[in-house]
């Protein structure tokens, strides 16, 4: 089964940033929307940002605007998370998911279609 592959989690304190990157050795990441969820201990697992294929339009979470960026590297067929200012509630279990064409939500904090998923990368914030 097709596979993503996140990194770039670890521990950082309020106000510090991270880079998350989201990679895939056996298809080609440019040609579908790529999301990023999160789950915290506890919670149900929501969609923070994503960008679709093509133009690369971009979603983001209310909580996580002006904060977090979400960008391809369609020669390293890799995209990425950049994290700023984090807090300590932003610490939980980032994943990024793989599917589609266009960023579409379902309402609620979840985007849709979605077809390939990462196992996730923990980011802890904290003093």
């Known amino acids: 089964q097709l596979q993503l592959v996140e990194s770039g989690g670890g521990l950082v304190q309020p106000g510090g940033s991270l880079r998350l990157s989201c990679a895939a050795s056996e298809f080609t990441l440019e040609y579908y929307a790529i999301a990023w969820f999160r789950q915290a201990p506890g919670k149900e697992r929501e969609g923070i940002s994503c960008i679709s294929s093509g133009r690369g339009n971009t979603d983001y979470a209310d909580s996580v605007k002006g904060r977090f960026t979400i960008s391809r590297d369609n020669a390293d067929n890799t995209v990425y998370l950049q994290m700023n200012n984090l807090k300590p509630e932003n610490t939980a279990v980032y994943y990024c998911?793989?599917?589609?064409?266009?960023?579409?939500?379902?309402?609620?904090?979840?985007?849709?279609?979605?077809?390939?998923w990462g196992t996730g990368t923990q980011v802890t914030v904290s003093q």
């Open positions: 998911a793989a599917g589609g064409n266009m960023c579409v939500k379902n309402g609620g904090p979840f985007y849709l279609g979605l077809e390939f």
